[in-house]
């Protein structure tokens, strides 16, 4: 056993090094990623003595705002309608990988409306949606009360929903939601 003493201590580091590597890996791979993906859209990197330095990430292009809405969406009547706080969007996304096309991973979208008491959506007459302006339908309609006024798509990206709801005693509201995977 004592001449095994000296062989133990010796692989001690490179064990302990080894086994942070394994353990880190995943989050390293991630890191490494990003700063690829960062210097790849044009940040300033710096390597010298002392030590890396990655400059801030460039500037998105200008996104467009949500797709343009008529003009009595923008200024929807709100008399008599719910509050707010009463009634809101709500989603739900589920990643599916069988959609998948190269790298960008799919995933099953459902936005429908919901209320504090459910009461309220009977007092809804349908809902029109205002998806981001690169789908294939961005504007529907749905007057489906079961459903809660559902719609079911696939997405690949985070955008924002706007919805014109309408109800049965002629008022409107518009609701937004950030849609995030």
Known sequence: MKDWVPLLKELVWPVFWVAVLVCAWGPMRRLLKALEERIASGAEFEAGAKGIRVGAAPKLAEVPSLPAMPRAVAEAKTAGAPKPSDLYLVHTARRDRSLDKGELRYFRLRIYLDADDSARLDQVSDVTYYLHETFAE???????????????TVVWGEFNVAALVSFKNGSDTKLERYINL
Request: charged letters at 40%.
């Open 138 to 152: 961005p504007v529907r309609v749905v007057r489906d009360r079961q459903s809660a006024f559902e719609i079911r």
